[in-house]
Every structure is written in C-alpha cells, then in structure tokens.
C-alpha cells in the first residue's frame, strides 16, 4: 500500500500517519523524493481505507497487489516522463535516441562523435569513462577527467551526457557533470550503490543484471526509488542464455512486459543485447516496435579502432542510418 501525503503536510501529522499504519499492522517506511512524500507500507491487512485517507494531510492511498511497490504501474495514473532540460525528454510519449562510443577515448573522438550526433539531431551521447571489464588487463577508462572533457564538451554543444557509475565514491565526484547516471549490468544488484543513488537528485538508469530477471531489475529501480530518487529509466541490455551465436539474447518480451508492470521508461541497448555489429539494426528497431521508449546504442568513427566493444559498434554511416530508419518506426507508432 502506498500513502501519498500533501506536499504541505506538518510532521506530526506525518508522525501520525505513521502511528495509524503501524497500529493495523503494517510495517511503514517514509519515502521523500524529488516530486513526492509516501509512505510505502508493508503487509496486507484488511482494514477501512478510510481510517487512513480521512488522515490530515493524506492526499491518496492506493493498494498496490506487487510486492515491489513505488516502481509498479497499479497506482500511478499515468507514465513517468525524465525531463533533462532544453526539451530533452524521455518517455510518456518522448522518445529518444542515446548514442555515442562504448569509452570514451580522446577529445578528437568525442568532439567528432557530438558534430555527428548535432548533425542527426540526437540529443543525448554516451559513453564510459569507468569501464566495468571482464579482464583486468582490458582499457577500463579515462576516469574523472575525461568525464570533465566530455562533458564540457557536450554542454558547448547542448547534448546530455550519460555514463556509468560504478561505486558510491563516484556519485559526487561525478555529479557536476553528468545529466544521467547509468547502472551497468554487473552493478544491476549492488545495492549499496543503489542506495547511494536514492540520494542524489539526477535521473538513474538502471541496465537489466547479466542474468537478472524482469522481477529483480523492478526491485532494483524500487530501490532507488525508495532511498528518495524516483526519476528512473530501466534498461533491456540482453540476458545471457544458453545461446552462443550471439554476446547476449535480446529480450523483447521484457520490453511490454516492463511497460505494463511499470510507469518507468523502458529503454533498450541492441548494441550490448545483440553484441553483433550487422544485427544492431534490426534488433534496433525490434525494440522501437515493441514499445521502447527510448534507445541507447554504441557508435565510433573507426568501430574497428574503439577501445572496447568495436565488435557490436556502428560507424558513423550506418548509425545514420539506423536513426533514421528509428525515427520512421516512432512515427508509425504515433499513427498508430
Ligand atoms: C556499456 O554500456 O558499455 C556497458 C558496459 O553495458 P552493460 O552494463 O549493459 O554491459
Ligand atoms: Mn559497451
């Protein structure tokens, strides 16, 4: 059960709140973010609603039958959108494109890679600079500083950053100059660092754990949520299978399963899903199909030449290409 309380309401009427929810037996937790204060109430006991919702300052109490709470579509009217400013939004109905390389490498690249993203229209790029690496001897990235260059970048050029976080000691030291934070698929249920990120007041996206079920990514997103940050995007990235012909196994059903269970935006990485360059297009547009509110897709001027993931990376070209063909996909979908 969720309470929504009044933005206005005075701490002993929170107090109160609370008293009333433990005393039918349910175990309360406060929850402050960004847009709202709820209590989120563990248990499911039969009782008036009205006891609750006759409260001072309780503005609506809703049932929710999931056992993760906040993230779940059953009482939010209405889709979450992410708004990173300039016009830059993403889901309820805005759909985006992310894209840049898998690291970032060099001022060269990353100013090439924003006149690109400029010159297709694309507004937000991406790019690592703390790499999570299966080989400790593989890049794993420029650090803060090339974090710093990227950004300055990009802010000359008005295009949002997104980039992984890795540990909580990163979140400060990053926050300046970022617009999302992203959760890597080995970090999907590193709960300290989720945690942390229910502190901060920028959007979280959250990728899907190697082997993590739809279940566990929602509960990963809850997390966040109820530590105070409910600006959240979920991320298909590919779960590993039995499968070998491809990195990973896209799936797609996760994608209207998600949109159903969640008010969150769901976006998806065919880049990291698939892991094959000449299969990201169509698995690029499966994703928009199925209902992907937004995309995020690894591109680099010399794919051959990328420090990592070069293998599942397109050259500038062909991402024009797809972005294109994407842009004709959501237009379709709008019609429909
Ligand atoms: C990445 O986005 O480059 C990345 C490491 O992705 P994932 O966490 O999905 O493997
Ligand atoms: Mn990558």
Same mark, same amino acid.
């Given at each position: 059960m969720i309470i929504q309380l009044e933005p206005s309401i005075a701490e002993p009427q929170k107090t109160s709140v609370v008293d009333a929810v433990k005393k039918i037996g349910y175990k309360p937790k406060h929850v402050a973010t960004q847009y709202g204060d709820y209590v989120v109430c563990i248990g499911k006991k039969d009782f008036d609603i009205r006891t609750i919702g006759s409260l001072?300052?309780?503005r609506d109490v809703h049932y929710v @039958?999931?056992?993760?709470?906040?993230?779940? @579509?059953?009482?939010?009217v209405g889709k979450t959108a992410i708004d990173l400013g300039d016009g830059v939004k993403l889901g309820d109905g805005h759909f985006q494109i992310m894209a840049g390389p898998c690291s970032i490498e060099s001022e060269e690249q990353v100013r090439k890679t924003v006149q690109h993203l400029q010159s297709c229209g694309v507004r937000v790029m991406r790019g690592g600079v703390f790499k999570p690496r299966s080989s400790p001897y593989a890049f794993r990235g420029m650090g803060i500083e090339g974090l710093k260059m990227f950004s300055a970048i990009c802010r000359e050029s008005g295009i949002k950053v997104i980039t992984e976080v890795?540990?909580?000691?990163?979140i400060q030291p990053m926050y300046d100059y970022i617009d999302v934070y992203q959760v890597g698929a080995r970090n999907s249920q590193n709960f300290n660092l989720l945690d942390e990120l229910g502190r901060v007041d920028k959007p979280v996206m959250i990728k899907r754990g190697i082997s993590g079920t739809i279940e566990e990514l929602l509960y990963s997103a809850e997390y966040v949520f109820a530590g105070g940050n409910e600006r959240l995007l979920l991320c298909e990235r590919g779960i590993r299978t039995y499968?070998?012909? @491809?990195?990973?196994?896209?799936?797609?059903?996760?994608v209207p399963i998600l949109k159903e269970k969640t008010h969150l935006p769901v976006i998806v990485d065919p880049s990291h899903a698939i892991g094959i360059r000449e299969y990201v297009e169509p698995v690029a547009l499966a994703g928009v199909m199925a209902g992907a509110d937004g995309i995020i897709i690894e591109i680099h001027e010399k794919p051959e030449e990328a420090a990592s993931d070069g293998a599942q990376t397109l050259n500038f070209e062909e991402s024009e290409r797809l972005f294109r063909k994407i842009r004709e996909v959501v237009a379709l979908q709008e019609r429909w």
């Open positions: 001072a300052g309780v @039958s999931d056992e993760y709470q906040l993230v779940s @579509s059953k009482w939010k890795m540990e909580p000691a990163q499968e070998k012909a @491809s990195r990973n196994t896209f799936d797609i059903n996760a």
